[in-house]
């Protein structure tokens, strides 16, 4: 993995998460299946593998880039703009 220039632009430190869960789920009465977590804002979204893909749309919203996985035991980072694993 080479780190692309959209990690670079990231706060340090990672920004404190926005609560636990996906809020939009929560409010749709859905259930995401993983969480991800925005590495500009904190924000926490379900991956596109759950049925609103809300992490997805909050870099669509924002243009925040790069987000982390937020499951316990993965550290993974995607980068959206360069649609890849950094």
Known sequence: MSECPH?????????TPRGDT???CLAAGSHPVQLRICLV??????????????????????GHAVMRS????????WCFVDGSIV
Request: include cysteine.
């Open 7 to 15: 990690v670079a632009e990231l706060p340090r430190p990672e920004p």
């Open 22 to 24: 996906c809020r939009e």
């Open 41 to 62: 804002c904190g924000e926490i979204g379900c991956c596109d593998s759950s049925p609103y893909q809300h992490a997805t749309q909050h870099f669509k919203d924002t």
């Open 70 to 77: 937020f499951e316990p035991g993965e550290s993974w980072q």
